[in-house]
């Protein structure tokens, strides 16, 4: 089985927990898992979690900003005291090594603007997470960081989803990548603007 193979094996059946009666459980365990070692993100079971109970929206946003930061921890402490063992080897299964040595090297003076970056956007936090455990990134900004970060994320998708229900679900899926690299453009240009003025 190839990689594309397993990881289109795991997407699937991470959807079909999201119509499981535990779902909220399994939900947090993909969101756990995802911001340390898991190639898949909750956003796949998130979304239509939401979209068959729109009164929970902000329970299950709740549920999955918590599981990931909590999980974030233990991708710092795979970074912090596991690189060689098992986060160089896990960073080269999924093919972020060169990605992860690209970013290490920014960390000493952007690493609260990398965590919050890429805990909005498509990029794998799990590369974040454990760089910032390599690096020894102060915890208390990583904290802040990814919970800023993952919350807003989350609580945006639910409160897009809640309010305009199946057609912001399609928008979403098309074109989640470009609308998470602009939200993060707009609010650094924001706090540019802000410096400036």
Known sequence: MSFNQLVR????????????RHALAWLFVISFV??????????????????????QAWKIAGVCTIASVIGAY?????GFYFFELIAEPLLQFYGYLDKFNEFKNLYSEYGAWIVFGAGITPFPYKIIT????VVKLNLVVFTIASIIARGLRFFVIAWLLKAYGEKMRI???????WLSVLFLLLLIGGFLLIKVF
């Open 34 to 55: 995802e911001s340390s070692f898991f190639p898949i993100p909750p956003d796949i079971m998130l979304i239509p979690m939401i979209l068959a109970t729109p009164k």
């Open 74 to 78: 233990l991708g710092y402490i795979i």
């Open 171 to 177: 928008f979403i899926e098309k074109n989640l990548g």
């Open 9 to 20: 094996k795991i997407y699937d059946s991470v959807i079909h927990l999201s119509a499981n």
């Open 130 to 133: 454990i760089a910032s455990g």
